[in-house]
């Protein structure tokens, strides 16, 4: 399947890792209503609904700073009262060790 959405580099390559090992997932879902630049939303990365979890790539480009911080602090809070297991998968990790940070995910744990 091809990522149809606009991705950052980081999202292709957890799209295509996830992908060649056949594990099912939704790419860009829109939860707590609407995108994620609409007060109170948030759009996760990759989303897998057979295990409420819910990973969100942290490039450093969008998530540094004060206030993304506190919107993404707010919306993992949000997410975590729904029942969602909420990872954040930092782009540190992905660049310097992407199997070992992928495969601990799946197991529900998160390196930052």
Do not use: C
């Amino acid at each position: 399947m091809a990522v149809k959405l606009v991705a950052s580099d980081l999202e292709i390559e957890v799209h295509t890792w996830l992908t060649k090992r056949g594990i099912k997932f939704e790419f860009q879902s829109q939860l707590l209503g609407g995108y994620a630049n609409e007060l109170g939303s948030a759009t996760l990365d990759f989303v897998f609904r057979e295990t409420d979890t819910a990973w969100r790539i942290m490039g450093e480009y969008f998530h540094q700073g004060a206030s993304p911080q506190a919107r993404d602090q707010i919306q993992k809070v949000r997410l975590t009262e729904q029942g969602w297991n909420v990872i954040d998968i930092f782009e540190v990790d992905i660049r310097r060790r992407l199997d070992y940070t992928l495969t601990m995910a799946l197991r529900g744990q998160e390196l930052g």
